[in-house]
Protein backbone atom coordinates (compact mmCIF):
# COMPACT_ATOMS: atom_id res chain seq x y z
CA UNK A 1 0.00 0.00 0.00
CA UNK A 2 1.46 3.20 -0.96
CA UNK A 3 2.08 5.56 2.14
CA UNK A 4 1.45 8.89 0.57
CA UNK A 5 -1.83 10.96 -0.91
CA UNK A 6 -2.75 10.82 -3.93
CA UNK A 7 -1.52 13.88 -5.19
CA UNK A 8 1.63 13.02 -3.94
CA UNK A 9 1.46 9.53 -5.68
CA UNK A 10 0.27 11.66 -9.07
CA UNK A 11 3.99 13.28 -8.89
CA UNK A 12 6.00 9.83 -8.31
CA UNK A 13 7.91 9.50 -11.41
CA UNK A 14 11.26 10.71 -12.86
CA UNK A 15 13.22 10.75 -15.42
CA UNK A 16 16.41 9.18 -15.40
CA UNK A 17 19.48 9.24 -18.28
CA UNK A 18 22.09 6.80 -18.70
CA UNK A 19 25.82 8.27 -19.04
CA UNK A 20 26.23 5.56 -21.49
CA UNK A 21 23.07 4.99 -23.88
CA UNK A 22 21.73 1.40 -24.37
CA UNK A 23 22.09 -0.09 -28.07
CA UNK A 24 18.67 -0.78 -28.03
CA UNK A 25 15.45 0.29 -29.50
CA UNK A 26 13.02 1.74 -26.46
CA UNK A 27 9.44 1.30 -26.29
CA UNK A 28 7.66 4.62 -27.36
CA UNK A 29 5.27 6.32 -24.95
CA UNK A 30 1.89 6.31 -25.88
CA UNK A 31 1.04 9.53 -27.56
CA UNK A 32 -3.07 8.67 -27.18
CA UNK A 33 -5.70 10.86 -24.96
CA UNK A 34 -7.24 8.96 -22.28
CA UNK A 35 -10.36 7.76 -23.85
CA UNK A 36 -8.23 6.54 -26.71
CA UNK A 37 -6.14 4.50 -24.43
CA UNK A 38 -9.45 3.57 -22.49
CA UNK A 39 -10.48 2.41 -25.94
CA UNK A 40 -7.36 0.46 -27.01
CA UNK A 41 -7.02 -1.37 -23.74
CA UNK A 42 -10.50 -2.85 -24.18
CA UNK A 43 -9.78 -3.88 -27.48
CA UNK A 44 -6.10 -5.24 -27.17
CA UNK A 45 -3.93 -6.36 -24.74
CA UNK A 46 -3.36 -4.22 -22.31
CA UNK A 47 -0.23 -5.33 -19.61
CA UNK A 48 2.36 -4.74 -16.60
CA UNK A 49 5.76 -6.22 -16.86
CA UNK A 50 8.23 -5.45 -13.70
CA UNK A 51 10.23 -7.26 -11.01
CA UNK A 52 8.40 -8.10 -8.09
CA UNK A 53 10.48 -8.23 -4.78
CA UNK A 54 9.38 -11.73 -4.20
CA UNK A 55 11.41 -12.90 -7.73
CA UNK A 56 13.70 -9.97 -8.03
CA UNK A 57 15.91 -11.86 -10.81
CA UNK A 58 12.72 -13.19 -12.68
CA UNK A 59 11.05 -10.58 -14.77
CA UNK A 60 6.67 -11.13 -14.16
CA UNK A 61 3.96 -10.14 -16.45
CA UNK A 62 0.56 -9.84 -15.93
CA UNK A 63 -1.09 -10.43 -19.44
CA UNK A 64 -4.69 -9.32 -20.39
CA UNK A 65 -5.11 -6.89 -16.96
CA UNK A 66 -8.01 -4.44 -16.71
CA UNK A 67 -7.72 -0.55 -17.03
CA UNK A 68 -10.72 1.00 -15.13
CA UNK A 69 -9.81 4.58 -16.07
CA UNK A 70 -8.37 7.95 -14.48
CA UNK A 71 -8.59 9.27 -11.10
CA UNK A 72 -11.43 11.81 -10.71
CA UNK A 73 -9.40 14.39 -8.92
CA UNK A 74 -5.50 13.53 -9.44
CA UNK A 75 -3.99 12.22 -12.47
CA UNK A 76 -3.49 8.93 -11.89
CA UNK A 77 -4.68 5.76 -14.22
CA UNK A 78 -6.07 2.90 -12.28
CA UNK A 79 -5.99 -0.80 -12.75
CA UNK A 80 -6.65 -4.09 -11.65
CA UNK A 81 -2.87 -5.91 -13.06
CA UNK A 82 -1.42 -8.42 -10.72
CA UNK A 83 1.23 -6.79 -8.49
CA UNK A 84 2.99 -6.85 -5.38
CA UNK A 85 6.11 -4.75 -3.95
CA UNK A 86 8.92 -3.75 -5.63
CA UNK A 87 6.93 -3.97 -9.34
CA UNK A 88 6.26 0.08 -8.99
CA UNK A 89 8.39 2.04 -11.68
CA UNK A 90 7.13 -1.43 -13.84
CA UNK A 91 5.75 0.25 -17.48
CA UNK A 92 1.56 -0.28 -18.42
CA UNK A 93 1.90 -1.46 -21.95
CA UNK A 94 -0.59 -1.89 -24.63
CA UNK A 95 0.15 -4.34 -27.05
CA UNK A 96 -0.75 -4.76 -30.62
CA UNK A 97 0.98 -7.44 -32.99
CA UNK A 98 4.12 -7.03 -32.67
CA UNK A 99 4.25 -3.52 -31.57
CA UNK A 100 4.12 -1.92 -27.89
CA UNK A 101 3.95 1.66 -26.20
CA UNK A 102 3.93 2.79 -22.39
CA UNK A 103 1.10 4.40 -21.35
CA UNK A 104 1.72 4.70 -17.90
CA UNK A 105 4.08 4.09 -14.80
CA UNK A 106 3.16 1.50 -11.97
CA UNK A 107 3.45 3.34 -8.82
CA UNK A 108 1.02 1.86 -5.98
CA UNK A 109 -1.75 -0.59 -4.61
CA UNK A 110 -4.82 0.33 -2.73
CA UNK A 111 -7.47 -2.04 -1.08
CA UNK A 112 -10.78 -0.49 -1.21
CA UNK A 113 -13.80 -1.27 -0.13
CA UNK A 114 -14.47 -2.88 -3.87
CA UNK A 115 -11.20 -4.75 -3.05
CA UNK A 116 -7.39 -4.06 -4.41
CA UNK A 117 -7.11 -1.39 -7.39
CA UNK A 118 -3.52 -0.63 -8.31
CA UNK A 119 -2.72 2.86 -9.56
CA UNK A 120 0.02 4.52 -12.72
CA UNK A 121 1.34 7.88 -13.53
CA UNK A 122 -0.35 8.20 -17.13
CA UNK A 123 2.47 8.89 -19.60
CA UNK A 124 0.86 12.33 -20.67
CA UNK A 125 1.86 13.72 -17.36
CA UNK A 126 5.46 13.49 -17.85
CA UNK A 127 6.20 12.76 -21.22
CA UNK A 128 6.37 16.61 -21.99
CA UNK A 129 9.34 16.59 -19.51
CA UNK A 130 11.50 14.69 -22.38
CA UNK A 131 11.56 16.36 -25.20
CA UNK A 132 13.03 19.62 -23.65
CA UNK A 133 16.00 17.67 -22.04
CA UNK A 134 16.67 16.26 -25.86
CA UNK A 135 16.23 19.64 -27.46
CA UNK A 136 20.00 20.46 -27.57
CA UNK A 137 20.88 16.84 -28.90
Not at 7 to 19: F, N, P, T, V
Not at 22 to 34: A, E, G, W
Not at 70 to 89: F, I, K, M, N, W
Request: with cysteine.
Amino acid sequence: LHPTQPQAMARDWAILELATPLDIKPVPLSTRSLSEVMTAARSREFNVAGYAADYAEVLMRHQGCQLLGEASDVPLLVHRCDVTYGVSGAPLLLLEGDKAEIVGIHNAVADTTKGMIATAVPVWTFAPQIAPAHADR
